[in-house]
């Protein structure tokens, strides 16, 4: 079993990642990006070339400031390649959202993929400082005896934070097809692994992988919320409003100071690395699923679409 599978030290660190899509697989190399989904006529395959802005500007690859360029350039390009892999499903699996039909009403088609790209990041972003940021810090203003012990509320607030997190990622598992969603994801974390212990990409190597990787979005998120306690213990301040705006203010530095940890943890084999990347590991029991071969087919070859033609420039700091 992939769970009992506790040896995941590997011959090299790929600065290889992925996301899950709807019957598909994005996958980001150094230089490209492939998204392969599955549809009746078979894999539909997609590659871009990438433009990373520390190449254009070095300001932008420094550390802290490209954890928060990073995820921001993740959030955009994953939402268009999810939306497109939402446009290759069958027209009766295909939901019309009332929002998408307007924009695409009011602009040209190329102009609206764009918009519904931008506003569905813009919306997905909101969301999440409603419920990780405002949310917690409004519950907890309400409890009196912590209002001004600082270290307790801002304790506190974390600890709600972790909650709403499971309790979120928990309730969306239930929903059939983010359950397929996060068997891909399982299907992308062993692939990658695979890759990493420098094992041939077959369906027999990839299938007893751990799915359990510490350089993971979800992973990511959870490192997020920890590191938010940390550096929200300088907020000094009682006021819930005025609260939730120092804490929007510190947000970049903790997604920064985030993205290093989870870093470091994806280049490391010890163990620290190891109880640093348990917690991430943890929720990925929630956040993956076993898959079966015709998604590890699709992992596998969206891999192959990414690895770079010159052999080790893939390496983490290459």
């Given at each position: 079993?992939?769970?009992?599978?506790?040896?995941?030290?590997?011959?090299?660190?790929?600065?290889?990642?992925?996301?899950?899509?709807?019957?598909?697989?994005?996958m980001?190399?150094?230089?490209?990006?492939?998204?392969?989904?599955?549809?009746?006529?078979?894999?539909v395959?997609?590659?871009?070339?990438?433009?990373?802005?520390?190449?254009?500007?070095?300001?932008?690859?420094?550390?802290?400031?490209?954890?928060?360029?990073?995820?921001?350039?993740?959030?955009?390009?994953?939402?268009?390649?999810?939306?497109?892999?939402?446009?290759?499903?069958?027209?009766e699996?295909?939901?019309?959202?009332?929002?998408?039909?307007?924009?695409?009403?009011?602009?040209?088609?190329?102009?609206?993929?764009?918009?519904?790209?931008?506003t569905?990041?813009?919306?997905?972003?909101?969301?999440?400082?409603?419920?990780?940021?405002?949310?917690?810090?409004f519950?907890?203003?309400?409890?009196?005896?912590?209002?001004?012990?600082?270290?307790?509320?801002?304790?506190?607030?974390?600890?709600?934070?972790?909650?709403?997190?499971?309790?979120?990622?928990?309730?969306?598992?239930?929903?059939p097809?983010?359950?397929?969603?996060?068997?891909?994801?399982?299907?992308?974390?062993?692939?990658?692994?695979?890759?990493?212990?420098?094992?041939?990409?077959?369906?027999?190597?990839?299938?007893?992988?751990?799915?359990?990787?510490?350089?993971?979005?979800?992973?990511?998120l959870?490192v997020?919320?920890?590191?938010?306690?940390?550096?929200?213990?300088?907020?000094?301040?009682?006021?819930?409003?005025g609260?939730?705006?120092?804490?929007?203010?510190?947000?970049?530095?903790?997604?920064?100071?985030?993205?290093?940890?989870?870093?470091?943890?994806?280049?490391?084999?010890?163990?620290?690395?190891?109880?640093?990347?348990?917690?991430?590991?943890?929720?990925?029991?929630?956040?993956?699923?076993?898959?079966?071969?015709?998604?590890?087919?699709?992992?596998?070859?969206s891999?192959?679409?990414v690895?770079?033609?010159?052999?080790?420039?893939?390496?983490?700091?290459?």
């Open positions: 079993m992939a769970e009992k599978n506790l040896n995941n030290s590997c011959a090299f660190k790929t600065s290889i990642g992925g996301q899950a899509l709807m019957e598909g697989i994005l980001r190399g150094p230089k490209k990006q492939a998204i392969v989904c599955r549809t009746a006529d078979g894999l395959e997609k590659v871009d070339d990438l433009h990373p802005l520390r190449d254009k500007y070095p300001f932008f690859g420094l550390p802290l400031v490209r954890g928060v360029v990073t995820f921001l350039d993740s959030m955009i390009k994953g939402m268009g390649a999810l939306l497109y892999s939402a446009e290759l499903l069958p027209e699996m295909q939901e019309d959202d009332p929002l998408d039909k307007w924009i695409e009403a009011h602009f040209s088609a190329e102009k609206a993929k764009q918009v519904i790209i931008y569905a990041v813009v919306l997905g972003i909101g969301l999440s400082l409603f419920l990780f940021v405002f949310l917690p810090t519950l907890v203003g309400f409890i009196k005896p912590i209002y001004t012990n600082f270290f307790f509320r801002n304790l506190t607030e974390g600890l709600v934070r972790i909650a709403l997190l499971i309790l979120y990622m928990g309730m969306t598992r239930k929903v097809d983010v359950q397929r969603l996060f068997r891909y994801h399982g299907a992308e974390h062993k692939t990658i692994f695979c890759y990493e212990h420098g094992k041939e990409l077959t369906v027999e190597n990839v299938r007893p992988e751990s799915r359990f990787h510490p350089r993971c979005g979800t992973s990511f959870l997020v919320v920890i590191v938010s306690v940390l550096v929200n213990s300088v907020v000094k301040v009682t006021n819930t409003f609260r939730i705006g120092c804490h929007l203010l510190l947000l970049p530095v903790v997604v920064g100071i985030s993205y290093e940890i989870n870093r470091w943890c994806g280049l490391h084999d010890n163990l620290l690395s190891a109880i640093l990347s348990a917690p991430g590991k943890w929720l990925q029991r929630i956040t993956t699923a076993e898959p079966d071969d015709s998604m590890i087919e699709c992992a596998i070859r891999i192959e679409l690895i770079p033609e010159e052999k080790g420039s893939d390496e983490w700091g290459k």
